[in-house]
């Protein structure tokens, strides 16, 4: 695309020079699409912005800088999600593929003293909020197994949220990342750092296997991610996928809810962990 913008504007490679990670800038930073019509329009206001410099004799920068980039394209609007760190309980990175590639997506929880209500929110589907509540029950149902208080659920209420709630989302492919999430809230326990997920659950405590695994393995590269936790049976995918694109991850083949806990969550409680209490007695004194 360069080489024929530079053409175009009656440029050679010698007016302008735009190195990789400017290149990657701009695409992750400015163009979020199934094509690259957006993505050419930018690299063409870049050349344009060396044209006129060279028209106008003023001073610019033949090799192109971040700053260039901010200064002729403005701040960037759709900077990709980067991993954050371990230290809030209840916070998980999932994975997620939407009509423009793969992208990352982050599920939080939250305790609050209550009657054991759940929330949802996020603009999510019907079939997301499904394995909320799958999750939910699963979890209430093993308490024994997770070493939880059952009265506990009582309680409190659990809130579920998705950021970016201007933004559509369904699919099962959520539900280990509830479960994590769910688990995580309710022991106080650090899920693993640089560690992403997806994968769909049934009450039986199996974990299906999900789509798009391609473009979500895409976006746990430019997102950090370390690790990636998926279905056995998505190991098929992941081996047609070329060996260049798989460099510095880590997988987790899994068919249990139990086996996605044993990977996902760490025997270190988080900062300021709470400790949750179940409802006390009331005391009635007869006089």
């Not at 979890?139 to 070493?147: G, H, P, S, T």
């Not at 430019?222 to 049976?233: D, G, S, T, V, Y």
């Amino acid at each position: 695309m360069l080489p024929k913008q530079l053409k175009e504007h009656g440029l050679t490679k010698e007016h302008l020079k735009i190195g990789k990670k400017q290149l990657e800038k701009i695409v992750e930073g400015y163009t979020r699409e199934s094509g690259v019509r957006g993505l050419d329009k930018k690299i063409a206001q870049m050349v344009r912005y060396a044209a006129k410099s060279i028209a106008m004799e003023e001073p610019y920068d033949l090799k192109v800088t971040n700053e260039t980039i901010i200064e002729v394209l403005s701040s960037p609007r759709l900077e990709r999600d980067k991993y954050e760190n371990n230290d809030v309980a209840g916070v998980v990175t999932g994975l997620a593929w939407t009509s423009v590639g793969g992208d990352i997506l982050f599920i939080e929880s939250i305790l609050s003293k209550g009657k054991g209500n759940l929330t949802i929110t996020g603009n999510l589907g019907t079939v997301m909020k499904e394995s909320a509540t799958i999750a939910m029950e699963y979890i209430k149902a093993n308490a024994d197994l997770l070493k939880l208080d059952p009265e506990v659920f009582a309680n409190y209420n659990v809130h579920i949220h998705v950021p970016e709630g201007a933004t559509p989302k369904d699919g099962p492919s959520a539900g280990i990342t509830m479960l994590t999430s769910l688990v995580s809230l309710f022991t106080q326990r650090k899920v693993k750092k640089s560690l992403a997920m997806t994968g769909e659950i049934t009450l039986r405590g199996k974990v299906l296997p999900v789509g798009g695994i391609k473009e979500k393995i895409l976006a746990a590269k430019r997102a950090h991610i370390k690790e990636i936790l998926l279905c056995e049976q998505n190991r098929r995918d992941i081996e047609e996928i070329k060996a260049d694109y798989l460099k510095g991850l880590t997988f987790h083949y899994v068919s249990e809810m139990s086996e996605v806990l044993a990977l996902a969550l760490t025997d270190e409680k988080v900062k300021n962990a709470k400790v949750l209490t179940a409802k006390e007695e009331v005391k009635v004194e007869i006089v």
